[in-house]
């Protein structure tokens, strides 16, 4: 039975199927489009995702979660005599990654950059140090520092183009000039330093490889992993002890990647590959594990803090994870989780502590097993390739 109230069904037939008015009720004048047909109309348009997927994503994300953490592990001491050599190139080809990655060196290489990150777990860049710095640790801020003094030395050139000032051309080659002198006041705080004589034939192209190509004008994680391979050589001279460690994370690498970034806005250097590694950042990826590593067991401040700003202007001259942050945010424009989807997602991991994990474990498969990176990486006495 119909309601009393309402008008017969066959009062209005012409607006039985006709959209009603959102403020009054009453039926509109537009008729109800009809539904699409394929063979008639032309397809709707494509779906776009709000979020397109990270560029250069890793493709086996289940490996790497199941893969182990690297641990840290003591770097092998070379001892005298040596036979320094200038290094060279040897892997071309993912055989060889396997190689290295089963060597001595690639082992304990990872199991260095390992031990570097869980020395400064819960310690701020501002904090002291366990130990005074010992001699070779102020020996490499003093490298860094006069490096930036170059910088102030060479203004870039005028330059119409977005990336690759050629002025970063002269300050490399005022870098290779000065490269053998600085590497000697490293060495020459050795306790035999007479056993080191000849050790800038190795060192010196790790140090150059460490902030940038010249040719190209660009810097990637390779280079970035370069400055690490040269540390870990002066680890194996004796030069760096693990009581250093903290020093070198928190003093040394801390101003490494200062003078990175100058370097990088200088000389608007372009990032080495396509678009970084899988867009966790264009030029870096060392910084996010030991700034993960500083933050573990923080009471206040969480993955997700990464989203505050004012935690990011409040903490990032202590933390280089909120730094990297701050600088990626500062370079980039539009939405984060669209510049940066992989930061952007590791922000809601629950705890620093998997952050860290998961950053070592991505490093040694997105970093150390890519063939178009590790193809630069050098061998030599100290770092032997093993056939």
Request: charged share 15%; with cysteine; proline share 12%.
């Amino acid at each position: 039975m119909s309601n009393p109230g309402s008008p017969p069904a066959s009062a209005h037939p012409d607006h039985e199927h006709t959209p009603l008015c959102r403020s009054c009720g009453a039926p509109t004048t537009a008729p109800t489009p009809a539904p699409w047909s394929g063979a008639s109309d032309s397809p709707p348009p494509a779906y776009r995702p709000i979020r397109l997927p990270a560029i250069n994503a890793p493709t086996n994300t289940a490996a790497i979660v199941l893969s182990p953490v690297p641990q840290p592990l003591p770097v092998p001491p070379a001892a005298p005599p040596h036979a320094f050599q200038v290094p060279a190139k040897r892997i071309a080809s993912p055989d060889d990654i396997v190689r290295f990655h089963a060597s001595l060196h690639g082992r304990h290489f990872l199991g260095f950059v390992a031990a570097l990150s869980a020395s400064v777990h819960g310690r701020k860049l501002s904090d002291p140090l366990p130990s005074p710095p010992s001699p070779a640790v102020s020996a490499l801020l003093d490298l860094i520092s006069a490096l930036g003094a170059l910088v102030e030395s060479t203004p870039p050139l005028p330059h119409t183009s977005r990336y690759g000032n050629p002025a970063f051309r002269l300050w490399h080659e005022k870098l290779a000039d000065s490269a053998g002198g600085l590497i000697a006041r490293i060495t020459s705080t050795a306790t035999s330093p007479a056993d080191l004589a000849g050790a800038d034939v190795e060192l010196a192209p790790y140090l150059l490889d460490s902030f940038g190509n010249a040719t190209r004008i660009d810097y990637g994680t390779g280079h970035e992993t370069n400055f690490a391979a040269f540390l870990y050589c002066l680890a194996r001279l004796g030069l760096i002890t693990e009581s250093d460690y903290p020093a070198i994370v928190l003093r040394v690498f801390a101003a490494y990647l200062n003078l990175m970034r100058t370097l990088q806005d200088t000389y608007q250097l372009e990032p080495a590959g396509s678009h970084g590694v899988w867009g966790l950042d264009d030029f870096h990826f060392l910084p996010f594990i030991f700034g993960a590593a500083q933050l573990i067991d923080h009471k206040y401040m969480k993955p997700k803090s990464i989203h505050n700003p004012d935690i990011l202007e409040n903490f990032s001259s202590e933390y280089m994870y909120l730094a990297c942050v701050a600088y990626v945010k500062k370079i980039k424009k539009g939405p984060f989780a669209e510049h940066s989807p992989m930061l952007d997602d590791i922000s809601g991991v629950p705890n620093w502590k998997k952050v860290n994990s998961g950053l070592l474990k991505m490093y040694k498969a997105e970093v150390l097993e890519k063939v178009p990176i590790m193809q630069h990486f050098l061998f030599g006495s100290l770092i032997k390739w093993e056939d």
